[in-house]
Protein backbone atom coordinates (compact mmCIF):
# COMPACT_ATOMS: atom_id res chain seq x y z
CA UNK A 1 0.00 0.00 0.00
CA UNK A 2 2.93 2.35 1.13
CA UNK A 3 4.66 1.79 -2.26
CA UNK A 4 1.29 2.43 -4.34
CA UNK A 5 0.93 5.60 -2.55
CA UNK A 6 4.15 6.58 -3.02
CA UNK A 7 3.51 6.14 -7.05
CA UNK A 8 0.33 8.28 -7.01
CA UNK A 9 2.73 10.99 -5.20
CA UNK A 10 4.93 10.77 -8.12
CA UNK A 11 2.07 11.17 -10.47
CA UNK A 12 0.73 13.88 -9.35
CA UNK A 13 4.35 15.71 -8.85
CA UNK A 14 4.44 15.44 -12.33
CA UNK A 15 1.38 16.48 -13.62
CA UNK A 16 1.62 19.84 -11.66
CA UNK A 17 5.32 20.54 -12.07
CA UNK A 18 6.10 18.14 -15.40
CA UNK A 19 8.71 21.48 -16.30
CA UNK A 20 10.52 20.30 -12.99
CA UNK A 21 9.85 16.86 -13.29
CA UNK A 22 11.35 16.83 -16.52
CA UNK A 23 13.44 19.30 -16.89
CA UNK A 24 16.57 19.70 -19.25
CA UNK A 25 19.83 21.52 -18.21
CA UNK A 26 19.54 25.00 -20.28
CA UNK A 27 22.37 25.40 -23.25
CA UNK A 28 24.78 27.18 -21.39
CA UNK A 29 28.28 27.45 -21.24
CA UNK A 30 31.16 28.18 -18.51
CA UNK A 31 34.41 29.61 -18.84
CA UNK A 32 36.77 28.13 -16.54
CA UNK A 33 40.17 29.56 -15.70
CA UNK A 34 42.51 27.24 -14.45
CA UNK A 35 45.27 28.52 -12.16
CA UNK A 36 47.46 27.03 -10.10
CA UNK A 37 51.43 28.06 -8.59
CA UNK A 38 53.61 25.75 -7.90
CA UNK A 39 56.19 26.76 -5.53
CA UNK A 40 59.63 25.34 -4.93
CA UNK A 41 59.57 21.71 -3.98
CA UNK A 42 61.70 18.91 -2.31
CA UNK A 43 60.70 15.80 -1.54
CA UNK A 44 62.52 12.36 0.03
CA UNK A 45 61.18 9.29 -1.22
CA UNK A 46 62.35 6.15 0.73
CA UNK A 47 61.77 2.39 1.34
CA UNK A 48 60.76 1.42 4.52
CA UNK A 49 63.98 0.39 6.80
CA UNK A 50 66.46 2.09 4.22
CA UNK A 51 69.03 1.14 6.11
CA UNK A 52 72.46 -0.07 4.57
CA UNK A 53 73.20 -3.40 5.65
CA UNK A 54 77.12 -4.90 5.44
CA UNK A 55 78.55 -8.24 5.67
CA UNK A 56 80.47 -9.19 8.46
CA UNK A 57 84.39 -8.58 8.65
CA UNK A 58 85.70 -11.74 9.11
CA UNK A 59 89.68 -10.89 8.24
CA UNK A 60 91.35 -7.97 8.61
CA UNK A 61 91.39 -7.40 5.27
CA UNK A 62 87.81 -7.41 4.70
CA UNK A 63 86.19 -4.28 3.33
CA UNK A 64 82.25 -4.98 3.27
CA UNK A 65 79.81 -2.15 1.32
CA UNK A 66 76.29 -1.78 0.42
CA UNK A 67 74.21 0.31 -1.05
CA UNK A 68 70.96 2.08 -0.66
CA UNK A 69 68.71 3.83 -3.72
CA UNK A 70 66.45 7.19 -2.18
CA UNK A 71 64.43 9.58 -4.62
CA UNK A 72 64.53 12.78 -4.77
CA UNK A 73 61.33 14.33 -6.37
CA UNK A 74 62.58 18.39 -7.10
CA UNK A 75 61.24 21.45 -9.21
CA UNK A 76 64.47 23.22 -8.11
CA UNK A 77 67.92 23.22 -8.01
CA UNK A 78 69.37 21.96 -4.51
CA UNK A 79 72.17 20.49 -2.41
CA UNK A 80 72.84 17.58 -0.33
CA UNK A 81 74.64 17.78 2.46
CA UNK A 82 76.29 14.83 5.00
CA UNK A 83 76.59 14.10 8.82
CA UNK A 84 80.53 14.46 9.80
CA UNK A 85 80.19 13.96 13.16
CA UNK A 86 81.56 10.72 14.73
CA UNK A 87 77.43 9.91 14.87
CA UNK A 88 78.47 8.69 10.93
CA UNK A 89 81.53 6.47 11.66
CA UNK A 90 80.67 2.78 12.60
CA UNK A 91 81.66 2.18 16.11
CA UNK A 92 80.73 -0.27 18.74
CA UNK A 93 80.87 0.29 22.69
CA UNK A 94 84.65 -0.23 22.67
CA UNK A 95 85.86 0.10 19.00
CA UNK A 96 85.47 2.14 15.82
CA UNK A 97 85.99 0.97 12.31
CA UNK A 98 87.15 3.26 9.15
CA UNK A 99 83.71 4.06 7.42
CA UNK A 100 83.59 5.78 4.01
CA UNK A 101 81.02 6.41 1.76
CA UNK A 102 80.08 7.18 -1.90
CA UNK A 103 77.14 8.95 -3.81
CA UNK A 104 75.80 8.43 -7.25
CA UNK A 105 72.95 10.05 -9.21
CA UNK A 106 71.30 8.64 -11.95
CA UNK A 107 71.13 12.12 -13.48
CA UNK A 108 74.35 13.91 -14.55
CA UNK A 109 72.32 17.29 -13.87
CA UNK A 110 72.89 18.16 -17.63
CA UNK A 111 70.23 16.10 -19.68
CA UNK A 112 68.65 14.96 -16.38
CA UNK A 113 68.01 16.20 -12.94
CA UNK A 114 70.43 14.79 -10.75
CA UNK A 115 74.18 16.16 -10.16
CA UNK A 116 77.76 14.79 -10.09
CA UNK A 117 78.83 11.10 -8.74
CA UNK A 118 81.13 11.30 -5.44
CA UNK A 119 82.62 8.13 -6.79
CA UNK A 120 85.89 7.64 -4.83
CA UNK A 121 85.30 6.67 -1.45
CA UNK A 122 85.35 9.62 1.12
CA UNK A 123 85.65 9.25 4.91
CA UNK A 124 82.84 9.91 6.64
CA UNK A 125 84.89 13.19 8.11
CA UNK A 126 84.58 14.77 4.87
CA UNK A 127 81.92 13.33 3.02
CA UNK A 128 79.95 15.76 1.18
CA UNK A 129 81.83 18.62 2.49
CA UNK A 130 81.08 21.02 0.38
CA UNK A 131 77.74 20.21 -0.43
CA UNK A 132 76.70 17.93 -3.29
CA UNK A 133 74.57 19.88 -5.90
CA UNK A 134 71.72 18.73 -7.91
CA UNK A 135 70.58 20.52 -11.05
CA UNK A 136 67.17 20.28 -11.51
CA UNK A 137 66.54 19.81 -15.40
CA UNK A 138 63.23 20.81 -16.73
CA UNK A 139 60.68 18.09 -17.43
CA UNK A 140 62.56 15.80 -15.34
CA UNK A 141 61.29 15.83 -11.46
CA UNK A 142 63.12 12.48 -10.75
CA UNK A 143 66.59 11.88 -9.07
CA UNK A 144 67.70 8.54 -8.04
CA UNK A 145 70.31 8.85 -5.52
CA UNK A 146 72.71 6.18 -4.15
CA UNK A 147 74.02 5.98 -1.19
CA UNK A 148 76.76 3.54 -0.76
CA UNK A 149 79.04 2.24 2.90
CA UNK A 150 82.22 0.83 3.63
CA UNK A 151 83.78 -0.21 5.99
CA UNK A 152 87.13 -1.55 7.01
CA UNK A 153 89.41 -2.27 9.76
CA UNK A 154 92.17 0.39 8.63
CA UNK A 155 94.91 -2.05 9.21
CA UNK A 156 94.09 -3.22 12.79
CA UNK A 157 92.15 -5.84 14.68
CA UNK A 158 89.08 -4.06 15.82
CA UNK A 159 87.20 -5.54 18.42
CA UNK A 160 84.35 -7.98 18.12
CA UNK A 161 80.76 -6.86 18.47
CA UNK A 162 78.42 -5.10 16.50
CA UNK A 163 79.01 -1.50 14.55
CA UNK A 164 76.36 0.59 13.62
CA UNK A 165 76.19 4.42 12.41
CA UNK A 166 73.93 6.90 11.40
CA UNK A 167 73.91 9.06 8.34
CA UNK A 168 71.67 11.43 7.53
CA UNK A 169 71.63 13.43 4.11
CA UNK A 170 69.94 16.75 4.29
CA UNK A 171 68.62 18.40 1.50
CA UNK A 172 68.85 22.58 1.37
CA UNK A 173 68.08 25.27 -0.65
CA UNK A 174 70.63 26.88 -3.29
CA UNK A 175 71.89 30.40 -3.31
CA UNK A 176 69.89 32.89 -5.72
CA UNK B 1 42.53 -34.92 9.51
CA UNK B 2 42.96 -32.13 12.42
CA UNK B 3 47.25 -32.70 12.30
CA UNK B 4 46.78 -31.33 9.02
CA UNK B 5 44.24 -29.11 9.40
CA UNK B 6 47.11 -27.83 11.68
CA UNK B 7 49.92 -27.95 9.47
CA UNK B 8 47.46 -25.54 6.99
CA UNK B 9 46.95 -23.10 9.24
CA UNK B 10 50.71 -22.66 10.29
CA UNK B 11 51.20 -22.58 6.48
CA UNK B 12 48.93 -19.90 5.87
CA UNK B 13 50.31 -17.67 9.38
CA UNK B 14 53.55 -18.25 7.83
CA UNK B 15 52.80 -17.35 4.22
CA UNK B 16 50.75 -14.00 5.99
CA UNK B 17 53.81 -13.19 7.84
CA UNK B 18 55.97 -13.48 5.11
CA UNK B 19 53.55 -11.23 2.79
CA UNK B 20 54.20 -8.74 5.41
CA UNK B 21 57.06 -8.44 5.90
CA UNK B 22 58.16 -8.43 2.14
CA UNK B 23 55.22 -5.87 1.69
CA UNK B 24 56.44 -3.57 4.29
CA UNK B 25 59.95 -3.71 3.49
CA UNK B 26 59.59 -2.70 -0.29
CA UNK B 27 56.55 -0.30 0.74
CA UNK B 28 57.63 3.85 0.28
CA UNK B 29 57.01 6.55 2.29
CA UNK B 30 57.65 9.94 0.89
CA UNK B 31 58.08 13.95 2.77
CA UNK B 32 57.37 16.57 0.27
CA UNK B 33 58.20 19.90 2.18
CA UNK B 34 57.60 23.40 0.26
CA UNK B 35 59.11 25.99 -0.25
CA UNK B 36 62.28 25.71 0.63
CA UNK B 37 62.87 28.69 1.80
CA UNK B 38 60.75 31.88 2.88
CA UNK B 39 60.92 35.43 4.04
CA UNK B 40 58.90 37.04 6.44
CA UNK B 41 59.11 41.03 7.61
CA UNK B 42 57.79 41.58 10.95
CA UNK B 43 57.86 44.71 13.04
CA UNK B 44 59.66 44.98 16.03
CA UNK B 45 57.69 42.97 19.10
CA UNK B 46 55.05 42.13 16.54
CA UNK B 47 54.07 38.77 15.31
CA UNK B 48 53.83 36.95 11.74
CA UNK B 49 52.73 33.65 10.61
CA UNK B 50 54.34 31.33 7.59
CA UNK B 51 53.31 28.45 6.42
CA UNK B 52 55.14 25.30 5.40
CA UNK B 53 53.34 22.33 4.05
CA UNK B 54 54.98 18.91 4.31
CA UNK B 55 53.31 15.86 2.03
CA UNK B 56 53.42 12.29 2.06
CA UNK B 57 52.87 11.84 -1.53
CA UNK B 58 50.95 8.63 -2.57
CA UNK B 59 52.80 6.99 -5.18
CA UNK B 60 52.30 3.89 -5.06
CA UNK B 61 49.66 1.60 -3.39
CA UNK B 62 52.28 0.49 -0.79
CA UNK B 63 52.88 4.08 0.28
CA UNK B 64 52.74 3.89 3.81
CA UNK B 65 52.08 6.25 6.29
CA UNK B 66 55.20 8.09 7.97
CA UNK B 67 56.27 10.06 10.63
CA UNK B 68 57.56 13.55 10.44
CA UNK B 69 59.54 15.47 12.96
CA UNK B 70 60.23 18.90 12.69
CA UNK B 71 62.74 21.46 15.07
CA UNK B 72 63.70 24.85 14.35
CA UNK B 73 67.85 24.67 13.83
CA UNK B 74 70.61 27.39 13.71
CA UNK B 75 72.50 27.70 10.54
CA UNK B 76 75.13 28.95 9.25
CA UNK B 77 77.17 29.68 6.03
CA UNK B 78 80.80 29.31 5.46
CA UNK B 79 83.19 31.63 3.64
CA UNK B 80 82.93 29.04 1.12
CA UNK B 81 79.00 29.58 0.94
CA UNK B 82 78.58 25.77 2.46
CA UNK B 83 75.39 25.53 4.90
CA UNK B 84 76.09 24.06 8.12
CA UNK B 85 73.00 22.90 10.32
CA UNK B 86 72.79 22.65 14.33
CA UNK B 87 72.22 23.96 17.59
CA UNK B 88 75.88 24.13 18.18
CA UNK B 89 75.85 26.78 16.07
CA UNK B 90 73.81 29.34 17.50
CA UNK B 91 74.81 32.94 16.79
CA UNK B 92 73.68 36.43 17.93
CA UNK B 93 71.12 36.61 15.02
CA UNK B 94 69.19 33.40 15.28
CA UNK B 95 65.44 33.62 15.01
CA UNK B 96 65.29 29.81 16.85
CA UNK B 97 63.44 30.90 19.50
CA UNK B 98 61.10 33.10 17.46
CA UNK B 99 59.93 30.61 15.83
CA UNK B 100 57.07 28.73 17.22
CA UNK B 101 54.75 26.07 16.06
CA UNK B 102 51.95 23.57 17.25
CA UNK B 103 52.56 20.13 15.88
CA UNK B 104 56.72 18.92 16.37
CA UNK B 105 56.27 15.43 15.47
CA UNK B 106 53.18 13.90 13.64
CA UNK B 107 51.92 11.11 11.55
CA UNK B 108 51.40 11.26 7.87
CA UNK B 109 49.24 9.02 5.87
CA UNK B 110 49.47 8.16 2.77
CA UNK B 111 48.96 10.81 0.74
CA UNK B 112 48.23 13.48 3.26
CA UNK B 113 49.52 16.70 3.21
CA UNK B 114 49.76 18.93 6.22
CA UNK B 115 49.92 22.83 6.55
CA UNK B 116 52.12 23.89 9.52
CA UNK B 117 51.55 27.26 10.70
CA UNK B 118 54.35 28.57 12.25
CA UNK B 119 54.54 32.18 14.38
CA UNK B 120 57.41 34.16 14.28
CA UNK B 121 57.35 36.96 17.15
CA UNK B 122 60.01 38.90 17.18
CA UNK B 123 61.10 41.24 20.34
CA UNK B 124 61.16 44.31 20.77
CA UNK B 125 64.83 44.87 20.67
CA UNK B 126 65.36 43.06 17.19
CA UNK B 127 67.15 45.08 14.40
CA UNK B 128 67.75 43.98 11.04
CA UNK B 129 68.06 40.52 9.53
CA UNK B 130 67.59 36.95 11.41
CA UNK B 131 67.60 33.67 10.29
CA UNK B 132 66.88 29.85 11.06
CA UNK B 133 65.98 26.48 9.30
CA UNK B 134 62.97 24.40 10.20
CA UNK B 135 64.69 20.96 10.00
CA UNK B 136 61.94 18.73 8.49
CA UNK B 137 62.80 15.03 9.07
CA UNK B 138 61.17 11.71 7.67
CA UNK B 139 61.31 9.28 10.94
CA UNK B 140 63.18 6.28 10.34
CA UNK B 141 62.13 4.53 13.70
CA UNK B 142 63.65 1.12 13.32
CA UNK B 143 66.64 0.47 15.23
CA UNK B 144 69.27 -1.03 14.44
CA UNK B 145 72.20 -2.29 16.17
CA UNK B 146 74.58 -2.58 12.70
CA UNK B 147 75.27 -1.66 9.74
CA UNK B 148 74.30 2.11 8.69
CA UNK B 149 70.99 3.61 9.75
CA UNK B 150 70.29 6.23 7.42
CA UNK B 151 67.78 9.51 7.87
CA UNK B 152 66.43 11.64 5.47
CA UNK B 153 65.66 15.41 6.26
CA UNK B 154 64.98 18.39 4.26
CA UNK B 155 66.31 21.91 5.23
CA UNK B 156 63.71 24.75 4.95
CA UNK B 157 65.38 28.26 5.31
CA UNK B 158 63.00 30.83 6.58
CA UNK B 159 64.73 34.51 6.87
CA UNK B 160 63.53 37.12 9.45
CA UNK B 161 63.43 40.71 8.22
CA UNK B 162 62.68 43.14 11.53
CA UNK B 163 61.73 46.60 9.52
CA UNK B 164 62.95 48.98 12.53
CA UNK B 165 64.05 51.63 10.31
CA UNK B 166 65.48 52.27 6.84
CA UNK B 167 69.22 49.84 6.75
CA UNK B 168 72.55 50.70 4.97
CA UNK B 169 74.38 47.80 3.00
CA UNK B 170 77.82 48.08 4.47
CA UNK B 171 80.48 45.73 3.69
CA UNK B 172 84.44 45.46 3.47
CA UNK B 173 86.46 43.52 1.58
CA UNK B 174 88.51 41.79 4.31
CA UNK B 175 91.26 39.45 2.34
CA UNK B 176 92.10 39.25 -1.12
CA UNK B 177 95.01 37.29 -2.85
CA UNK B 178 95.80 36.78 -6.47
CA UNK B 179 96.95 33.15 -7.94
CA UNK B 180 99.83 33.42 -10.79
CA UNK B 181 100.44 30.19 -13.00
CA UNK B 182 103.95 29.35 -12.50
CA UNK B 183 104.48 26.70 -15.68
CA UNK B 184 106.50 23.80 -14.94
CA UNK B 185 106.07 24.02 -10.95
CA UNK B 186 103.19 24.91 -8.91
CA UNK B 187 101.44 27.81 -9.04
CA UNK B 188 102.96 30.68 -5.83
CA UNK B 189 100.64 33.20 -4.25
CA UNK B 190 101.73 36.49 -4.66
CA UNK B 191 100.37 37.76 -1.38
CA UNK B 192 100.31 35.92 1.97
CA UNK B 193 96.96 34.64 2.34
CA UNK B 194 95.42 31.53 1.06
CA UNK B 195 92.10 29.91 0.63
CA UNK B 196 92.76 26.27 1.08
CA UNK B 197 89.85 24.96 -1.26
CA UNK B 198 91.56 26.81 -4.04
CA UNK B 199 94.71 25.66 -4.31
CA UNK B 200 94.17 22.20 -5.75
CA UNK B 201 92.01 23.75 -8.55
CA UNK B 202 94.38 26.00 -9.64
CA UNK B 203 97.27 23.65 -10.01
CA UNK B 204 95.49 22.17 -12.99
CA UNK B 205 94.29 25.90 -14.50
CA UNK B 206 97.32 27.47 -15.73
CA UNK B 207 95.16 30.36 -15.27
CA UNK B 208 95.37 33.51 -13.45
CA UNK B 209 92.85 33.40 -10.54
CA UNK B 210 91.68 36.21 -8.34
CA UNK B 211 90.49 35.88 -4.22
CA UNK B 212 88.49 38.24 -2.11
CA UNK B 213 86.73 37.87 0.44
CA UNK B 214 83.80 40.23 1.65
CA UNK B 215 82.38 40.49 4.92
CA UNK B 216 78.79 42.13 5.41
CA UNK B 217 79.52 44.73 8.79
CA UNK B 218 75.48 46.08 8.32
CA UNK B 219 72.33 44.44 10.05
CA UNK B 220 70.91 43.30 6.65
CA UNK B 221 71.82 40.67 4.32
CA UNK B 222 72.54 41.86 0.89
CA UNK B 223 72.98 40.24 -2.48
CA UNK B 224 76.70 40.53 -3.67
CA UNK B 225 78.20 40.74 -7.12
CA UNK B 226 81.95 41.50 -7.60
CA UNK B 227 84.66 42.18 -10.14
CA UNK B 228 88.00 43.00 -10.56
CA UNK B 229 90.24 45.05 -12.99
CA UNK B 230 93.55 45.01 -13.87
CA UNK B 231 95.24 48.33 -14.73
CA UNK B 232 98.90 48.06 -16.40
CA UNK B 233 100.61 51.61 -16.01
CA UNK B 234 98.93 55.15 -15.46
CA UNK B 235 96.08 53.23 -14.58
CA UNK B 236 95.01 51.88 -18.22
CA UNK B 237 92.48 49.02 -17.54
CA UNK B 238 94.19 45.91 -19.56
CA UNK B 239 91.60 43.32 -18.09
CA UNK B 240 88.45 42.42 -16.43
CA UNK B 241 87.18 39.59 -14.25
CA UNK B 242 84.21 38.65 -13.19
CA UNK B 243 84.28 36.79 -10.01
CA UNK B 244 81.97 34.19 -8.58
CA UNK B 245 80.87 32.91 -5.39
CA UNK B 246 78.24 29.91 -4.77
CA UNK B 247 76.12 31.86 -2.56
CA UNK B 248 75.56 35.64 -3.21
CA UNK B 249 73.44 36.50 -0.11
CA UNK B 250 75.74 37.38 2.37
CA UNK B 251 73.97 37.60 6.02
CA UNK B 252 75.23 40.36 8.78
CA UNK B 253 78.43 39.45 10.26
CA UNK B 254 79.28 36.36 7.50
CA UNK B 255 81.91 37.00 5.14
CA UNK B 256 82.02 35.10 2.08
CA UNK B 257 85.02 34.31 -0.79
CA UNK B 258 84.10 35.33 -4.60
CA UNK B 259 87.09 34.00 -6.79
CA UNK B 260 87.66 35.11 -10.70
CA UNK B 261 89.01 33.25 -13.67
CA UNK B 262 91.17 34.44 -16.46
CA UNK B 263 92.90 31.97 -18.47
CA UNK B 264 93.85 34.81 -21.67
CA UNK B 265 97.66 35.22 -20.92
CA UNK B 266 99.06 38.81 -19.50
CA UNK B 267 101.83 40.68 -21.19
CA UNK B 268 104.74 40.91 -19.01
CA UNK B 269 105.00 44.08 -16.92
CA UNK B 270 103.27 45.73 -13.36
CA UNK B 271 99.94 45.27 -12.66
CA UNK B 272 97.18 47.34 -10.37
CA UNK B 273 94.51 45.13 -9.70
CA UNK B 274 91.31 46.57 -7.89
CA UNK B 275 88.82 44.42 -6.68
CA UNK B 276 84.75 46.33 -7.08
CA UNK B 277 81.66 44.73 -5.04
CA UNK B 278 77.94 45.96 -5.25
CA UNK B 279 76.01 45.15 -2.61
CA UNK B 280 72.63 45.97 -4.54
CA UNK B 281 72.60 48.69 -2.55
CA UNK B 282 69.81 51.55 -3.70
CA UNK B 283 72.39 54.21 -2.48
CA UNK B 284 74.48 52.78 -5.12
CA UNK B 285 77.93 52.01 -2.38
CA UNK B 286 80.91 50.39 -3.86
CA UNK B 287 82.91 48.76 -1.67
CA UNK B 288 86.88 48.33 -3.20
CA UNK B 289 90.37 47.16 -2.51
CA UNK B 290 93.74 47.87 -4.30
CA UNK B 291 96.12 45.44 -4.61
CA UNK B 292 99.74 45.21 -7.13
CA UNK B 293 101.80 42.48 -8.87
CA UNK B 294 103.81 41.82 -11.49
CA UNK B 295 104.32 39.47 -14.55
CA UNK B 296 107.82 38.14 -15.46
CA UNK B 297 108.47 38.34 -19.16
CA UNK B 298 109.87 34.40 -18.68
CA UNK B 299 106.09 33.81 -17.74
CA UNK B 300 104.48 35.99 -19.74
CA UNK B 301 106.23 33.94 -22.77
CA UNK B 302 105.69 30.68 -21.11
CA UNK B 303 101.89 31.34 -20.44
CA UNK B 304 101.17 32.62 -24.25
CA UNK B 305 102.74 29.65 -25.19
CA UNK B 306 100.55 26.96 -23.20
CA UNK B 307 97.26 29.24 -24.21
CA UNK B 308 94.70 27.93 -26.06
CA UNK B 309 91.80 30.02 -27.80
CA UNK B 310 89.16 27.18 -26.79
CA UNK B 311 89.55 28.84 -23.43
CA UNK B 312 87.98 31.97 -24.55
CA UNK B 313 84.66 30.02 -25.95
CA UNK B 314 81.69 32.27 -24.52
CA UNK B 315 78.56 30.26 -22.86
CA UNK B 316 76.20 27.95 -24.87
CA UNK B 317 72.61 29.21 -24.47
CA UNK B 318 69.75 26.43 -24.55
CA UNK B 319 67.11 27.09 -26.20
CA UNK B 320 67.68 29.69 -28.61
CA UNK B 321 64.03 31.13 -28.43
CA UNK B 322 61.35 30.57 -25.83
CA UNK B 323 57.81 29.76 -27.06
CA UNK B 324 55.08 29.64 -24.65
CA UNK B 325 51.29 28.80 -25.30
CA UNK B 326 49.10 29.21 -22.16
CA UNK B 327 45.77 29.83 -21.21
CA UNK B 328 44.83 33.27 -19.39
CA UNK B 329 45.12 32.96 -15.87
CA UNK B 330 48.29 30.61 -15.91
CA UNK B 331 52.12 31.03 -13.96
CA UNK B 332 54.67 29.35 -15.31
CA UNK B 333 58.35 29.63 -15.14
CA UNK B 334 60.27 29.42 -18.38
CA UNK B 335 63.93 28.30 -18.07
CA UNK B 336 67.20 29.04 -20.35
CA UNK B 337 70.38 26.70 -19.76
CA UNK B 338 73.54 29.21 -19.63
CA UNK B 339 76.38 27.17 -19.66
CA UNK B 340 80.09 28.31 -19.32
CA UNK B 341 82.41 26.02 -21.01
CA UNK B 342 85.18 28.13 -20.72
CA UNK B 343 88.32 28.39 -17.97
CA UNK B 344 87.16 31.71 -16.98
CA UNK B 345 84.46 33.14 -14.98
CA UNK B 346 81.05 34.71 -17.03
CA UNK B 347 78.87 37.11 -15.37
CA UNK B 348 75.22 36.76 -17.34
CA UNK B 349 73.18 40.32 -16.78
CA UNK B 350 69.65 39.40 -18.54
CA UNK B 351 66.91 42.15 -19.27
CA UNK B 352 63.44 41.85 -20.51
CA UNK B 353 62.24 43.69 -23.12
CA UNK B 354 58.44 43.42 -23.72
CA UNK B 355 57.73 44.91 -26.36
CA UNK B 356 54.33 43.35 -27.38
CA UNK B 357 54.15 41.90 -24.13
CA UNK B 358 51.71 43.72 -21.78
CA UNK B 359 53.94 44.89 -18.90
CA UNK B 360 54.26 42.41 -15.50
CA UNK B 361 53.78 39.42 -17.68
CA UNK B 362 57.38 38.49 -17.44
CA UNK B 363 59.54 38.79 -14.33
CA UNK B 364 63.01 37.54 -14.24
CA UNK B 365 63.96 35.27 -11.26
CA UNK B 366 67.40 37.12 -10.62
CA UNK B 367 68.90 39.63 -12.96
CA UNK B 368 72.21 38.72 -12.67
CA UNK B 369 74.18 35.20 -12.67
CA UNK B 370 78.12 34.14 -12.52
CA UNK B 371 79.23 31.39 -13.73
CA UNK B 372 82.44 29.85 -12.68
CA UNK B 373 84.57 27.54 -15.14
CA UNK B 374 82.46 24.82 -16.64
CA UNK B 375 79.32 25.46 -14.78
CA UNK B 376 75.83 25.81 -15.95
CA UNK B 377 72.78 27.78 -14.52
CA UNK B 378 69.39 27.96 -15.42
CA UNK B 379 67.95 31.78 -16.34
CA UNK B 380 64.53 31.66 -14.82
CA UNK B 381 61.41 33.80 -16.57
CA UNK B 382 58.35 33.51 -14.46
CA UNK B 383 55.41 34.25 -16.95
CA UNK B 384 51.79 35.39 -15.46
CA UNK B 385 49.46 35.84 -18.12
CA UNK B 386 45.92 37.47 -16.22
CA UNK B 387 42.61 35.92 -16.22
CA UNK B 388 41.60 38.63 -18.57
CA UNK B 389 43.66 38.43 -21.05
CA UNK B 390 43.01 38.49 -25.08
CA UNK B 391 43.43 35.38 -26.73
CA UNK B 392 46.67 35.99 -28.93
CA UNK B 393 50.38 36.11 -30.11
CA UNK B 394 52.69 38.42 -27.41
CA UNK B 395 56.23 39.36 -28.40
CA UNK B 396 59.12 39.95 -26.28
CA UNK B 397 62.83 39.35 -26.12
CA UNK B 398 65.08 38.30 -23.63
CA UNK B 399 68.39 40.38 -23.63
CA UNK B 400 71.59 38.22 -22.11
CA UNK B 401 75.19 40.26 -21.81
CA UNK B 402 77.62 37.96 -21.06
CA UNK B 403 80.77 39.89 -19.59
CA UNK B 404 83.58 36.86 -19.47
CA UNK B 405 86.82 37.34 -17.75
CA UNK B 406 89.39 38.66 -20.41
CA UNK B 407 91.76 41.25 -21.71
CA UNK B 408 89.72 44.09 -22.38
CA UNK B 409 90.15 46.23 -26.37
CA UNK B 410 90.65 49.50 -25.82
CA UNK B 411 89.41 49.86 -22.17
CA UNK B 412 86.22 48.00 -23.18
CA UNK B 413 85.37 45.14 -21.30
CA UNK B 414 84.47 41.86 -22.77
CA UNK B 415 81.00 42.36 -23.73
CA UNK B 416 78.61 39.51 -25.73
CA UNK B 417 75.26 40.74 -26.44
CA UNK B 418 72.20 38.06 -27.16
CA UNK B 419 69.07 38.06 -27.62
CA UNK B 420 66.47 35.56 -27.11
CA UNK B 421 62.84 36.07 -28.97
CA UNK B 422 60.22 35.45 -26.75
CA UNK B 423 56.66 34.68 -28.09
CA UNK B 424 53.61 33.96 -26.25
CA UNK B 425 50.58 32.44 -27.59
CA UNK B 426 47.55 33.05 -25.34
CA UNK B 427 44.98 30.36 -25.95
CA UNK B 428 41.28 30.89 -26.23
CA UNK B 429 39.56 30.25 -22.18
CA UNK B 430 38.73 26.25 -21.03
CA UNK B 431 34.85 26.36 -22.16
CA UNK B 432 33.03 24.04 -20.30
CA UNK B 433 29.65 23.30 -21.80
CA UNK B 434 26.51 21.71 -19.93
CA UNK B 435 23.56 19.64 -21.49
CA UNK B 436 23.08 18.39 -24.75
Known sequence: MKTLFKVILLLVALCFAPSLALAQPPDDSATCDVTVTVDAIMEWSAASYADIALAAITSQTDTPWGSRDFILYTNCNSEISADNTATAQLSSATDTLVTEYQLAFDGDGVTATGGTDIGAWTDFST?????????????????????????????????????????????????? | MKGNSNVIRWITAALLVYVFLVCSADSIAGMAVSPLQQWVTVKPGKEAVLTLTVTNTKRELETRPCTVSMSVVDFTVSPQGRL????????????????????????????ESKEIKARVSAPASADGDYWAAIMVKLDNSKKQNKGVMVNLQTASGVFVHVARRNYFERGSV???????????????????????????????????????????????????????FLYSGNWRRAASIPLYTSRRR?????????????????????YKLRVFFDCNSKYGRKITRDMEFSISDALARQWAENFTDSDVQVVEIEPKELNLTLNPGRFTAARLLVANEALSTVRIRCRLEENGLPEGWLELKSAEVTLDQNMRRNVVCFVRIPTDAQPGQYKGTLHLEVDRSGLTVQGESNVERYEIPICVAVSEP???????
Open chain 1, 127 to 176: FLSPASAVTHVDGDGTAVITLSARASTGGTVPDQGNYSATQTLTAAWTSN
Open chain 2, 84 to 111: SFGAHLKHSRSAVEWITFNASEFILESG
Open chain 2, 174 to 228: TDANVVIPEFGQEEIFAEESAWEETIQEVEKEGAFRINAELKNDGLVAFLASGKA
Open chain 2, 250 to 270: IFPGHSRWFSGLMSQPLPAGQ
Open chain 2, 430 to 436: IHIATGK
